[in-house]
């Protein structure tokens, strides 16, 4: 009985991992072909069948609007969707086509339309690896670099937690993009950056070292 159950558990990893992410290769050919719809039935197809915990389509991003943090259900997916969609179009019609898509499951304020545009316009171009403008620096701006490993989650746990113990206020987020990961020139993960300056990686630093970290970020000294 051990042996069969290992076998499944085996098998459900392997499909896992050679083709219900979204950066494995054949997943990417069959977006690149524009057969977007037929991949996500595939996907769901597999997740029946293997009962593997995928939570993609509902997973929420956090992204800066106005100086807040905001979840977003559904971006990455919604970005994906809208670069094949809208290869060569203008910012303008990647905003309106990413305005309507999020709209879906998300409630966009309608005073604050033109900000969620040019903070979803800036996530998009971030994604495909395009130039975008420097933000102001509003705050410590935290982020764990890493695919969704056990190490990245318990880093981002650690740092959460960190920060609501000494009451800081901060954007954190955890980016799994390859292409996002490369722009940062890392090699190995877990990474942790503050304020763009990669402070660790290929570990997951002691919180001692992480709240000093945190600290000298939130109090540079004079210059």
Sequence with gaps: MQSSSFLLNFISVFIKQIFLLDETPLYQYIYTQKYYAFAKIIKRIFLHL?????????????????????????????????????????????????????SANNYVPPGAVESYGKALLREFKIAQGLP???????????????????????????????????????????????????????ISTPALTINNKVVSAGEVPPKSKIRQWIIEAYNPPDE
């Design 132 to 186: 975008v403008a420097k933000e102001p620096n509003l705050g410590l701006n935290i982020a764990v670099l890493g695919m969704g490993c056990a190490r990245c989650n318990q880093l981002e746990d650690d740092v959460r937690g960190l920060l609501a113990e000494m009451k800081i206020a901060a954007s954190l987020r955890h980016i799994t993009d390859f292409k996002e990961i490369a722009r940062f020139g890392v």
């Design 50 to 102: 293997y009962q593997v915990e995928f939570m993609a389509e509902n997973e929420i991003k956090q992204i800066m609007i106005n100086g807040r943090l905001v979840g977003i259900v559904g971006l990455d997916d919604i970005i994906q969707k809208t670069a094949v969609d809208h290869q060569g179009k203008s910012d303008k019609d990647i905003i309106n086509s990413l305005l309507s898509d999020i």
